[in-house]
């Protein structure tokens, strides 16, 4: 086969691999499809050297493929914490639906319908809006909105 007949099917090889990349993801098959094209179109601008143009141009445009994929990988995975569970309460408001106390724990409703066991340092009457300031256990201590400080009364 003549050296344009290698590169016509090299470059079919390569659109190939890089369409059946949109059904197996992952960028392997891209970035190989892509060295395919890189040498091809190699081996049709140096054909009096066809092989090693063709192998010099794929290695060159596979490894620049495959370095961005690992530097689109990379900044890909960088997770952000998102707080679960009764961590994610603190700093929330919620309404008193049992008065709470010093020496008599009470209840809360969080914005989201959730009911916790509170307790706060003076007596909080029934619709009082509260922020949870921290956790003991499994109750919630809360304060009152207007009492709560400013580094702990997010809304959300």
């Given at each position: ?82 707080p679960v569970g009764s961590e994610a309460i603190l700093g929330k408001e919620a309404t008193v639906i049992e008065r709470t106390g010093e020496g008599s724990p009470g209840k809360v409703r969080l914005a989201s319908g959730e009911v916790w066991s509170a307790s706060s340092q003076a ?34």
């Open positions: 086969m003549s050296p344009t007949a290698w590169s016509v099917l090299f470059l079919v090889i390569g659109l190939v691999l890089i369409g059946l990349e949109a059904f197996v993801p992952g960028g392997i098959l891209g970035a190989v499809g892509a060295g395919f094209l890189g040498g091809a179109v190699a081996g049709l601008i140096f054909h009096t050297h066809f092989w090693l143009a063709f192998t010099l141009g794929f290695a060159a445009v596979a490894l620049i493929a495959v370095v961005l994929l690992a530097r689109l990988y990379s900044r890909s995975e960088k997770t952000v914490s998102v007596p909080i009457e029934v619709g009082v809006r509260v922020t949870v300031e921290r956790l003991e256990g499994v109750r919630a201590v809360v304060r009152p909105v207007a009492a709560a400080s400013p580094t702990s009364s997010e809304e959300g």
